[in-house]
């Protein structure tokens, strides 16, 4: 299998740029740009979300501490 080279890319691009004009690319590459951002921004949220302490612990949720008293902890 090829790979895509340099002149190749070139003609890709001088072809998308004919067919949708230069104003139209930028914004899509633009909104793509502020999505992966987005995206990487979720990302690193999740991580600290399950890094930092959840609601699991009993001082912090008192519906918890109810439970523990029904069944006799």
């Known amino acids: 299998m090829q790979q895509i080279g340099a ?4 003609l890709i691009v ?3 740029l004919v067919l949708f004009g230069p104003g139209r690319v930028s914004k ?6 502020s999505g992966i951002r ?4 979720g990302l690193k949220g999740e ?5 930092s302490p959840g609601p699991e612990s009993n001082s912090e949720n008192p519906e918890n501490e ?3 008293q029904l069944h006799g902890s």
Not at 38 to 41: R, T
Not at 47 to 51: A, G, L, S, Y
Request: net charge negative; glycine share 8%; no cysteine.
């Open 47 to 51: 991580d600290e979300q399950k890094t």
């Open 14 to 16: 001088v072809i998308v």
């Open 38 to 41: 987005a995206f990487k921004e």
């Open 7 to 10: 002149p190749e890319l070139i």
């Open 28 to 33: 899509v590459a633009g909104e793509l740009g």
């Open 66 to 68: 109810d439970s523990n």
